[in-house]
């Protein structure tokens, strides 16, 4: 079972599939897994493209017009929830809705650090519950929206449209898309963040990615899954990448029976919480960045993503994260767009842990000069 603070629960709601338990969450995870089939992943594929492409060109813009470079934290926050939001809500949504929606998740996502999580007037966490449950009423609008959007087309063309095919339940529909949302919003940006940061350190290796992508993609036709498997270095960079710097700090559970870690026994009933990778992981030589060692020896790409002693960002088991490939595919496709158009110029950088292990990164981003 889960192993966070019962009012986690409280912000997400009592039917997201994070914080359910037993034949509930069985139920409620294969709903979800069947919102990011490969199948359906093929259709989120166009969106992620156009949104990466038409914030790197914003960007760029931005970073041609500045004299000093800037912060990128807010541009990459908001690329990553409006991307995370498209597959979820579906394109239509509006640019002022997803400022809206935006505001409303970062009030709502404060309550997960407030340190007294009381449900009163005049204390955080009760703005944070006010603005989880006008979040969870946007979600029951786009359910609206999308169905008759179905009923006219029958083509499902997000998360949203496929739970609904599913027969979700309204208040299982807003407590999941907003699941979704938090999921998949600041753990892309802070992913987003690293990827950036380790190509700008390491520059025979960015060369190389460009190489890649230049071979493969003339930068304007649609992205398919083909172009994704034919990036075995982009990809063992990105998987380095998230076995380097997780951005998940820990991961907790409760043990439903007594396990032997270490030598001690860990009684059944308590929370314990674990590290995913990072500076715990077993793979070999753990501190250097080495993005090969997921390579075999003719080149091809390992997905690494199940081996639970070298590489467990994305937790495992059943409670292993559900839209993995979601963001594979969303990460992967911002990098061929960024390497094959695109550069950024660095000012400064630090590492952070709090609340998610990533780089803050003072920069601005430029068209590319050499094509």
């Known amino acids: 079972?889960?192993?966070?603070?019962?009012?986690?629960?409280?912000?997400?709601?009592?039917?997201?599939?994070?914080?359910?338990?037993?034949?509930?969450?069985?139920?409620?995870?294969?709903?979800?897994?069947?919102?990011?089939?490969?199948?359906?992943?093929?259709?989120?594929?166009?969106?992620?493209?156009?949104?990466s492409a038409r914030h790197l060109a914003r960007w760029a813009e931005q970073g041609a017009a500045e004299a000093t470079p800037k912060d990128i934290h807010f541009q990459i926050k908001k690329?990553?929830?409006?991307?995370?939001?498209?597959?979820?809500?579906?394109?239509s949504v509006t640019e002022e809705e997803v400022n809206r929606l935006m505001h409303l998740f970062d009030l709502a996502i404060a309550g997960i650090k407030c340190a007294a999580p009381v449900n009163l007037p005049g204390f955080p966490f009760h703005s944070s519950m006010s603005a989880g449950r006008q979040?969870?009423?946007?979600?029951?609008?786009?359910?609206?929206?999308?169905?008759?959007?179905?009923?006219?087309?029958?083509?499902?063309?997000?998360?949203?449209?496929a739970l609904l095919l599913e027969g979700m339940s309204d208040a299982e529909l807003a407590?999941?898309?907003?699941?979704?949302?938090?999921?998949?919003?600041?753990?892309?940006?802070?992913s987003t963040h690293s990827i950036l940061y380790r190509l700008k350190q390491l520059p025979k290796l960015e060369t190389e990615l460009?190489?890649?992508?230049?071979?493969?993609?003339?930068?304007?036709?649609?992205?398919t899954r083909s172009h994704l498997e034919a990036m075995p270095r982009t990809s063992s960079f990105l998987q380095e990448v998230w076995r380097s710097a997780p951005p998940i700090s820990f991961i907790a559970r409760k043990l439903k029976e007594d396990v032997e870690a270490d030598g001690f026994v860990v009684p059944r009933g308590w929370n314990l919480a674990y590290f995913p990778a990072g500076d715990f992981s077993t793979a070999p030589?753990?501190?250097?960045?080495?993005?090969?060692?997921?390579?075999?020896?003719?080149?091809?790409?390992?997905?690494?993503?199940?081996?639970?002693?070298?590489f467990e960002v994305f937790g495992g088991g059943a409670?292993?994260?559900?839209?993995?490939?979601?963001?594979?595919?969303?990460?992967l496709v911002f990098l061929m767009c960024f390497l094959k158009g695109y550069d950024l110029e660095i000012k400064s950088s630090k590492p952070k842990s709090l609340p998610f292990r990533s780089y803050s990164i003072e920069g601005r981003f430029?068209?590319?000069t050499c094509l």
């Open 1 to 51: 079972d889960h192993g966070f603070p019962e009012y986690f629960q409280k912000i997400a709601g009592p039917k997201s599939v994070a914080f359910a338990n037993g034949p509930q969450h069985k139920r409620l995870r294969n709903m979800c897994l069947r919102s990011v089939s490969d199948k359906r992943l093929a259709v989120y594929l166009p969106i992620l493209q156009e949104l």
């Open 79 to 91: 690329f990553a929830f409006q991307s995370g939001q498209a597959a979820v809500l579906g394109p």
């Open 135 to 161: 979040l969870k009423k946007h979600c029951g609008t786009f359910a609206d929206r999308r169905r008759s959007a179905l009923q006219r087309s029958g083509m499902p063309t997000c998360m949203l449209d």
């Open 175 to 190: 407590d999941n898309c907003v699941t979704m949302m938090l999921a998949g919003h600041d753990t892309t940006a802070a």
């Open 210 to 223: 460009r190489m890649e992508v230049d071979k493969i993609w003339d930068g304007v036709s649609p992205i």
């Open 285 to 310: 030589n753990p501190k250097t960045f080495m993005p090969d060692r997921y390579l075999d020896a003719e080149g091809r790409f390992v997905d690494s993503t199940s081996d639970a002693t070298a």
């Open 319 to 331: 409670r292993m994260c559900i839209g993995y490939k979601f963001a594979k595919d969303e990460l």
């Open 366 to 368: 430029l068209k590319r």
